[in-house]
């Protein structure tokens, strides 16, 4: 889910804007496979839950208030909401994966293959979806339109219902897989002025794919499991 303000390319040139943000992104997997592994040599303490929660929910926010504003970040500024957002959400990842591997590892593999294939295939397909970029994006629309009517009428009626986290895990899974193909055609395009700032919500939207398909997976397979 992209923020683009503009294409000005900064002191970047032409080629190493792209080579920059993929640089972000890799070292974001590492910082956030470290920041897993740390979790779980801790326990999983439920403090550091909260306090994940509370730092993605708050970088988030920013994010939309800029992009609402349209409204630019240093690249220095953007580095640091890029590191700062990848230790929070894998701190709230961690949860997920201790909870899928205590019930079936296999849970984990499920959610961790199925993301892979996305994330390749939006990689493989970036340049033909560059050309359709408008039309994802009514289609997004449309799915986010839906995926707010649930949340809503889910909230206040059926929000103990583990379908209905299943439902709005299941909207969440399409929405972020479309904008992935988006981001990464934006990328591959060099249609962005930050490196840092695309790499931030590219690994934004394969951390909550994740995520979706963990909880998705954890509702299909996990009950049958508990024993």
């Not at 949340?151 to 904008?179: K, M």
């Amino acid at each position: 889910m992209s923020y683009y303000s503009g294409y000005k390319y900064r002191e970047y040139s032409d080629y190493n804007i792209k080579t920059e943000a993929y640089r972000h992104l890799a070292i974001a997997f590492i910082l956030s496979s470290i920041t897993v592994g740390l979790m779980f040599l801790l326990g999983v303490p439920i403090v550091l839950y909260y306090i994940g929660t509370i730092g993605e929910l708050l970088i988030i926010g920013i994010l939309f208030f800029a992009a609402l504003f349209r409204s630019e970040f240093s690249e220095s500024t953007a580095t640091l909401l890029l590191y700062a957002f990848t230790v929070c959400s894998s701190i709230t990842l961690s949860f997920l994966l201790w909870i899928g591997l205590a019930i079936d590892p296999l849970i984990v593999v499920g959610a961790v293959g199925v993301t892979s294939v996305v994330v390749l295939l939006a990689y493989l397909f970036s340049g033909q979806t560059y050309a359709r970029i408008g039309q994802l994006s009514k289609i997004i629309v449309i799915l986010v339109i839906l995926f707010l009517i649930i949340s809503i009428f889910g909230l206040f009626i059926t929000s103990a219902d583990p379908v209905f986290y299943f439902l709005i895990s299941l909207f969440g899974a399409i929405i972020f897989s479309l904008y992935m193909f988006i981001d990464f055609a934006r990328l591959e395009n060099k249609a962005f002025s930050s490196p840092a700032l695309m790499a931030l919500w590219i690994f934004y939207d394969i951390i909550y794919l994740l995520k979706e398909l963990l909880v998705i997976f954890l509702y299909l397979f996990g009950g049958n499991r508990r024993d």
